[in-house]
């Protein structure tokens, strides 16, 4: 888009000079304020609305010389409230594409059948009508009405807006699951700032007026806010919020409170540490203890302190380890392999040492004192990994 | 002498059964009037229903003619154009359409544009052409609506076309202003109980008609 603007017919600008480069095979989100122009943006991308200056071109041609039938099929469309045709059945809905680029019947249902398992939608919904589905199954409708005909780009318009916030999730972590799967130019409309960040490769952050505040990858967004209408904007947790930026795979775990359940009198005295991790016979948590309440061969598991939520490393973020530690009862986090068994724990004074190496690598200034040159927990803003 | 005597009287009298002046040929002339008013009517209340609804555009028009339409009295008309074009089917016919296309445009153009406007965005984003749009996304949506629009104008037309016979024409009308002529009041009830039935008759049949043609999803059931 280069220096897009759209002023209505009574007078409103709602796009104001707009330049913005959307990067192929990736989701770039539109977020800001209600009324900052963001339907109105991304409505130009396919025609629904036409720009009265500027120029927006799709792999270097003008749109505006494209028939713009043609233009808007090649382009999927979702909207709040799935806009679906409440008349016909859910896998008729799918296969409305399809169907009108000339398909036939037949393949068009096979391939509507084909994408209600990809969004996750279970097979015995097809034959049902709009009404009779809940919020998010429509929206999972929705979506995949969109990609119904492999379009190359994907519009959505506050797609996950109208349902309740565990939902919103399992159709973000699932929108994130079918991106990886189909590379999708995603052009997404939020006004949901988190949203933004967990789902953007690229996040343009606009202002009422129509006009672009910043545009940056989400771990930037956080780490250098443009000015201070984007660091409102992100809200008052930023930094913590930026730590799901960072992988927590090159946390310094240590192994030495951690002790068997049958463990002897020897092994249960050895660690000098405040508190014992006591795991089943496996490896797997059981719970916290002062060293002095735990008798060898007497070791019940009711009478520990909960080790709260373990975290992954490699997996989950320093955001997650670092909820860890806040939410044990002890302070310290517990890591698990993936089939849940101890690989250590870690302190709140070893996460934060691990942030601020991570900040000192993503701002590209040397670490302070105190962290140790051999740890690569500078893997930031690559890995994304859930907070 | 009570009504339910004369209805009774009038069905078991095996003379109203057949000939010219039987019952059969009396609907049929009947429902022959409706259909062809109702089929007049709809062929021009219809299409610009549609398109005034899907456009949104000459809404004031709209009403403004169906306001006009319904003032005009039936009968009034009826003598008034016997009188200009004289005795037959044509004086017959434009109170009847006149008198069923407001019921038919006005509940047309307010089916339209009652059609949640969501998905007439989602099917215009991802490229369906106006007319696909139309009857592919909205009319099968506004379907109840057309459908109630065209049910109250055939009812009324239905009671209405026993205007037929004051230019002397047949249909069920017949009965009523013959038997107010010669004090038959026998024949009066009958045709008046039989103009009841062939509304009731025609309220079914748009029942059965909505059934079959609106979509469960439309009908949430
Ligand atoms: N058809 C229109 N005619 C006139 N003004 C319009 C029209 N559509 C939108 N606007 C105005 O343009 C501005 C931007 O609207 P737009 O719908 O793009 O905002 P938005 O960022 O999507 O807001 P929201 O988050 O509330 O959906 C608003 O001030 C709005 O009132
Ligand atoms: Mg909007």
Redesign the interface.
């Known amino acids: 888009m280069d220096s897009v603007t759209k002023r209505y017919p009574d007078g409103t600008v709602a796009v104001d000079r707009l330049t913005l480069e959307i990067p192929d095979r990736s989701i770039t989100v539109l977020v800001g304020p209600s009324g900052c122009g963001k339907t109105t943006t991304l409505r130009m991308i396919n025609r629904m609305v036409e720009p009265t200056e500027g120029t927006i071109t799709l792999d270097g041609a003008d749109l505006q010389r494209q028939p713009v039938t043609a233009l808007r099929r090649s382009m999927g469309y979702v909207i709040q409230n799935a806009g679906l045709f409440q008349h016909r059945t859910i896998l008729d809905n799918i296969a409305t594409v399809p169907r009108m680029i000339g398909w036939g019947k037949q393949k068009s249902r096979e391939r509507a059948r084909e994408l209600m398992e990809r969004v996750g939608l279970d097979a015995s919904l097809a034959k049902r009508y709009p009404y009779q589905l809940s919020g998010g199954q429509q929206q999972r409708v929705g979506v995949a009405r969109a990609l119904a005909a492999d379009p190359p780009v994907l519009l959505m318009d506050e797609p996950f807006s109208a349902v309740d916030p565990v939902v919103r999730k399992g159709l973000q972590d699932e929108l994130l699951r079918i991106q990886d799967e189909l590379g999708k130019t995603i052009v997404f409309v939020t006004h949901d700032i988190d949203e933004a960040i967990k789902l953007g490769t690229m996040v343009a952050v606009m202002r009422t007026g129509g006009r672009l505040a910043q545009y940056a990858p989400p771990a930037e967004l956080l780490s250098d806010p443009a000015d201070d209408f984007v660091e409102d904007f992100l809200g008052a947790d930023r930094g913590i919020r930026r730590l799901s930026f960072f992988a927590s795979e090159g946390l310094q775990l240590t192994t030495a409170p951690v002790v068997r359940v049958d463990a002897t009198a020897e092994q249960l005295a050895a660690p000098d540490a405040p508190y014992l991790l006591v795991t089943d016979v496996e490896g797997r948590p059981l719970g916290w203890s002062e060293p002095r309440d735990l008798t060898a061969g007497d070791i019940a598991a009711e009478r520990l302190l909960p080790y709260g939520r373990p975290f992954v490393p490699g997996t989950d973020s320093l955001r997650a380890a670092l909820d860890c530690a806040v939410l044990s009862p002890t302070g310290w986090a517990v890591a698990v392999d993936g089939d849940g068994r101890v690989t250590g724990v870690a302190s709140q004074q070893t996460i934060g040492e691990a942030i601020r190496t991570a900040h000192g690598a993503a701002d590209g200034r040397t670490a302070g004192p105190g962290t140790d040159g051999d740890r690569p927990a500078g893997a930031a803003g690559i890995a994304k990994a859930a907070p | 002498m009570n009504v339910l005597n004369f209805v009774n009287a009038f069905f078991s009298d095996s003379a109203h059964w057949h000939g010219y002046d039987g019952i059969p040929q009396r609907l049929l002339e009947h429902v022959q009037y409706t259909l062809l008013a109702l089929g007049i009517a709809a062929a021009i209340g219809l299409p610009v229903g549609l398109l005034t609804g899907h456009t949104g555009r000459g809404g004031n028009a709209v009403a403004f003619v169906a306001t006009a339409a319904r003032a005009l009295p039936s009968f009034g008309l009826l003598v008034l154009i016997a009188v200009v074009v004289g005795i037959g089917l044509l004086p017959v016919m434009i109170p009847l359409v006149v008198l069923a296309i407001p019921p038919i445009l006005v509940t047309t153009y307010e089916a339209v544009r009652s059609v949640?406007p969501?998905?007439v965005?989602?099917?215009?984003?991802?490229?369906?052409?106006e007319s696909?749009i139309l009857f592919r996304?909205e009319l099968?949506?506004a379907l109840p609506l057309v459908l109630s629009g065209l049910r109250s104008a055939a009812v009324q037309v239905v009671s209405t076309a026993t205007i037929a016979a004051y230019v002397s024409l047949g249909g069920i009308g017949r009965y009523i202003i013959d038997g107010l002529y010669q004090r038959n009041y026998e024949k009066v009830v009958g045709g008046a109980t039989l103009v009841a039935l062939l509304a009731l008759v025609t309220l079914a049949a748009f029942w059965a008609v909505g059934r079959l043609a609106?979509?469960?999803?439309?009908r949430?059931r």
């Open positions: 949640d969501a998905p965005d989602a099917a215009r984003g991802m490229g369906m052409h696909s996304v099968p949506v609106v979509s469960p999803g439309v949430r």
